[in-house]
């Protein structure tokens, strides 16, 4: 059974630019609900322990390098069918691929600085909240 709920990281990248807001308003205007969110910085040790299932990858110590330079915006979002309805709302994770009028394409500035983080399971949704949020921080 499909969840409701899906998780999303404003990315160190669009937050620096100062793109919380906007992005955050396309994410409500996209009919999703927040329903846990918080402004942090994750040290090293967590940007690794966040990402774990890519340690084996290439990019892996240059993703938490990058998750770790700066604050975040984590999130979990409420919607029918949210992890479907949230991809389609980030678009492609290469920015120029991405779809006009999704976050991607308006915020992320390369394939490696991307804006936004989105779950892409209901597994990985539950997850990634979890690593963020005890459930007295959702509402």
Do not use: C
Not at 29 to 47: D, I, N, P, R
């Amino acid at each position: 059974m499909a969840s409701n709920r899906t998780f999303t990281m404003i990315k160190p990248d669009a937050v620096a630019a100062n793109n919380i807001g906007p992005i955050l308003s396309m994410i409500t205007e996209a009919g999703f609900k927040v329903v846990a969110m918080k402004y942090t910085k994750l040290s090293h040790e967590q940007a690794g322990n966040f990402y774990d299932v890519h340690r084996d990858r290439p990019f892996f110590g240059e993703l938490v390098e990058f998750m770790s330079r700066g604050p975040i915006v984590a999130a979990i979002l409420e919607k029918d069918n949210a992890i479907e309805d949230f991809r389609k709302l980030i678009g492609a994770t290469n920015p120029a691929q991405a779809e006009e009028g999704t976050i991607r394409k308006r915020f992320a500035t390369s394939i490696g600085e991307n804006a936004v983080h989105g779950s892409d399971s209901d597994d990985n949704a539950k997850i990634e909240g979890d690593f963020f949020f005890s459930q007295l921080e959702r509402f």
